[in-house]
Each structure stands twice: as structure tokens, then as C-alpha cells.
């Protein structure tokens, strides 16, 4: 791809893209026309830039929180179906139907994944339901929940999104303005909810706490959130954060200076267009649109940027996927070409290779050590949460120890006591399983007290209703390994 831009009286830019056969070369040039001196127009530098195949180059700090979230990816997605229901477990044979949204490919056993985290899940064993279907069955059904120190964190969590209630509105009404209709399908919301903080009943309690700024909508697409009433205070973009020169002497640089992450060379054209690109003046996201600009300028792709930052600073870890972006392109007036876009600027994004799909980071949200600058406090318990799933890893090490030099420890795992019988994914009879609404229905809410139940209590599982259809479509993921390897979900 071939990036023309052309400068006036270094106030004006305007790029305009085109497409080349062989996009490897940058050139720059002085332009002048002879219809500028007959009516005193001023001169014009012309700049062109090719930015296609543009090389990745690899950060590890920052690529070290995708590898810290994806091994708890497993842990995240079973403790949100737990805390969906009532009694806050499922049984084994209906959490069988959920290994696409789990993301448990066969061969792989889903208990074998549960024996992974002992201090997080135990199992346990409640009676059947006396019905005609059971009479040839055993009488207890293997099921899983969370232990109680995983169910504290859990409710740390709960209480503190209940007290940062405001500031999750506000945040999410920041959101709103960004869309041309002042409104987004929920659909799309539930995708990236968890990186903006969001709980998953995010979509009844947002609307019964703050009736007068948000309402739900019925669009030719589905449900959306749409935005009442906003405070035009919180339209501010973020502001930049100043560049460290690390001179001695305060003074003005005589050569301009690009602020790049460490390790990060540019080739010198390249970086060229991208101190033209800063130049050029800021454009609020809040207060333009899409069709303000012309279709392929520079001042579109400065708004399309500006979008995407304001996007991330409002993710709790300053980061997202980038399908989630792609998901909110034509709300939000992105190019449809996004991810070149985001490549094409390193001093603003990067984007990391690390996973299934690909994330984009906000470069000024994090140190040269790859450091978070601003923590959210939801981010402490999940450290807290991350350092109970090791404290699991070593038990079970020191129990493989155990058991190859012959000195099995008396303090055994409540799991390993347990006597399982194999689950079958279709061996569900006419079971009930209340998964058909999983984030809908008044059941799904998280706002339950964590008391120990009666395990004997088993009537509180059914449900009225039919079966559901579960997720068990095949999703494909990408091995980042050698072809002969299993390839780890999580």
C-alpha cells in the first residue's frame, strides 16, 4: 500500500492511499506548480510513504500479560458459569456441553482441566432427582464448584464493582459518545465488558441503576444499549502524557524527536511520516464524525487513531483483541482496514501475537519495563487470583513428587477421594440445565450471597423449560507451536 501525503504551509495535511504492485520504497519530494505563482498560492510538499508489510518487532514485556491471561483463561470462563447460577455449581455432564465456550477441544477431559486448579475448583456429589429417567442410573451426579477461597475473591470482586458502580457508568458513557447513533449493540458490549471492568449483568443493572442515561432499544440488529443523557464534561480525549528527554538542560531540540518504545527502530522514512502524522493537529473523537472528513485523509486516520486510544484508556489493562475493534468499525468510523492502520503507528499501539487472536496495547500506558502505570484495584485480586491458581500448581507438584519417591503426604486433595464414573457429553436425559439464558435471565445476576448451601438441595437446579442448545461448535485456534504438539487452549 502506498500512503501519498502532501503537506501546505505545514498546517495542512492530506493523505490519500493507492495501490501499489510493489509497495517497498518511501520517496521524498519538493512539488512545484506553475498555477501557484499566478495566483499567489503557496507552495506544497508532496510526501509519500509506502507502509505495507510493515515488520512486528516483538516486545516481551508487554507481550508477558497476554501469556499471564491466557493460563487463567479456563479459570475466568468456568468461575463466571459457576457464579451464573443460583447454587453457584454445575453438574459435570452439563458443563460437558460448554468445552467451545470453555475452549476444551477433545481429546482433552474437562475434569482433567479441573484437577489442574485444586485451590480454585473441588468436586463433589449431589443425589440424583427422583425421576422415571434415573431409576437405572447411580444415585449421585459428580459436580463442581468453587472452594472458599476462590469464592472470597469472588465476592471482593462483586463488592468492588458494586462500589465503582458510577465510574463504570461513566465509563461506559464515554463509550457511547464514541458511536454515531449514541448507541451499541449488546451483543457486541458482552465481548468486551470484562476488559472495561463490567460484570456480566452489566446489562440489567446498568439500566435499573441509572435509568436516566441509559435504556435498552430494539434495533433491526438486536437489542443495543443506547445513551439517554451525557455529561458533555466527559467528552475530554485523554491527554498526552509529556516525553521524558532526559536532558540535562531544559531547552528547545534543535532536531524533532519521536517518542518510541525501547528497543523500537524505524526505518528513517517511515519515522518521517510519523512526525509529519504529529504534526498535524488533534481531532476530538468526541465531538466529530466520520463524514467531517474525506474518506482516505490524513485528519480521518488522526480521528481513527484518537479513537482507538480512547478505546483502550478505558480498558482496565489498557489493552483489548483487536476483533473486539473490528466489531465496533462502522460504529465508531474506524477504516476497514484497522489493523494496518494500528500497525502503521508503533508510538501509539502495538500490537501482540501472543494467543489465539492478536491484542493491541496502548504504548503510553505502560513503562519501558512493561509495567501497568495506572493498576485498577479489580487487578489486585486478580494478582490475588493468579497466585492461589500457583499455590494449586505446587501442591500438585509436590504431590507428583510424592508419588515417585514413594512418600505420599497424608493431607491429600478433597478431589482425590472422590470415585468418578465417566461422564458422557450426550448422557443428560431430560436434565434441565437453565444454561438456555445464561446472561438474561434473573438467575444469571451476580448478586447472591456466598453462604455454604445444602448440597442436599439439589431441586434448586432444575428449572422449567426445555434443553438447551449449548455451544459446541468446533472453534478453530491458532498453534503457535510445531504442528506434532498439543496445543494448549488456555
Aim: glycine share 4%; hydrophobic share 35%.
Amino acid at each position: 500500500m502506498l500512503l501519498s501525503v502532501s503537506c501546505r504551509g505545514d498546517s495542512f495535511l492530506v493523505s490519500s492511499f493507492l495501490q501499489s504492485s510493489n509497495p517497498s520504497f518511501i520517496s521524498l519530494g519538493k512539488t512545484k506548480k506553475s498555477f501557484q505563482s499566478i495566483y499567489n498560492k503557496p507552495q506544497s510538499l508532496s510526501l509519500s510513504v509506502s507502509c505495507s508489510s510493515i515488520k512486528i518487532v516483538r516486545s516481551a514485556p508487554l507481550d508477558k500479560h497476554v501469556v499471564k491471561q491466557n493460563r487463567i483463561r479456563f479459570v475466568q470462563k468456568l468461575k463466571t458459569l459457576l457464579l451464573s447460577k443460583p447454587k453457584h455449581f454445575i453438574p459435570i455432564h452439563i458443563l460437558a456441553k460448554c468445552r467451545a465456550y470453555l475452549c476444551i477441544h477433545k481429546p482433552r477431559s474437562i475434569l482433567s482441566m479441573i484437577y489442574r486448579y485444586p485451590t480454585i475448583f473441588e468436586l463433589f456429589t449431589i443425589p440424583l432427582p427422583p425421576t422415571p429417567l434415573n431409576a437405572t442410573k447411580s444415585g449421585y451426579q459428580l459436580c463442581v464448584r468453587l472452594t472458599p477461597a476462590a469464592k472470597s475473591l469472588a465476592m471482593q470482586e462483586l463488592n468492588l464493582k458494586s462500589a465503582m458502580s458510577g465510574f463504570l457508568a461513566n465509563k461506559l458513557q464515554k463509550l457511547l459518545m464514541l458511536s454515531s447513533h449514541r448507541r451499541l449493540l449488546l451483543s457486541k458490549l458482552v465481548h468486551i465488558a470484562p476488559h472495561l471492568g463490567l460484570s456480566p449483568n452489566f446489562r440489567s443493572r446498568l439500566c435499573n441503576d441509572h435509568p436516566d442515561k441509559f435504556k435498552i432499544v430494539d434495533t433491526s440488529y438486536g437489542r443495543a444499549l443506547e445513551l439517554v443523557n451525557w455529561d458533555p464534561e466527559l467528552a475530554v480525549p485523554l491527554k498526552s502524557s509529556p516525553m521524558d528527554r532526559g536532558l540535562i538542560v531544559d531547552r528547545p531540540l534543535k532536531f524533532k524527536q519521536l517518542k518510541l518504545r525501547k528497543g523500537l527502530n524505524l526505518k528513517r522514512r517511515h519515522r518521517e511520516f510519523l512526525m509529519k502524522f504529529d504534526e498535524v493537529p488533534d481531532v476530538c473523537p468526541y465531538n466529530t464524525s466520520l463524514e467531517d472528513f474525506a474518506k482516505s485523509s490524513i485528519e480521518a486516520e488522526k480521528r481513527a487513531c484518537g479513537v482507538v486510544r480512547e478505546v483502550l484508556g478505558m480498558m482496565v489493562e489498557k489493552r483489548t483483541l483487536i476483533d473486539h475493534l473490528t466489531h465496533f468499525r462502522k460504529d465508531f468510523g474506524l477504516p476497514n482496514k484497522l489493523r494496518a492502520m494500528i500497525v502503521r503507528h508503533p508510538e501509539l499501539f502495538y500490537v501482540s501475537l501472543k494467543g489465539m487472536r492478536d491484542s493491541v496495547f496502548l504504548v503510553e500506558g505502560f513503562d519501558d519495563k512493561g509495567v501497568l502505570l495506572e493498576k485498577d484495584e479489580s487487578l489486585v485480586i486478580r494478582d490475588q487470583l493468579m497466585a492461589l491458581v500457583a499455590e494449586g500448581k505446587r501442591i500438585r507438584r509436590e504431590k507428583r513428587k510424592a508419588r515417585i519417591y514413594g512418600t505420599i503426604d497424608g493431607n491429600c486433595d478433597k478431589n482425590d477421594n472422590i470415585e468418578i464414573e465417566d461422564v458422557s457429553d450426550d448422557d443428560d436425559g431430560d436434565y434441565d440445565d437453565g444454561f438456555e439464558n445464561l446472561f438474561d435471565t434473573e438467575d444469571s445476576d451476580l448478586d447472591y450471597d456466598f453462604h455454604d448451601d445444602d448440597d442436599s438441595e439439589s431441586s434448586m437446579l432444575y428449572a422449567n423449560g426445555g434443553n438447551a442448545e449449548f455451544w459446541t461448535a468446533d472453534v478453530p485456534y491458532r498453534n503457535s507451536g510445531d504442528d506434532n504438539k498439543d496445543s494448549e487452549p488456555w
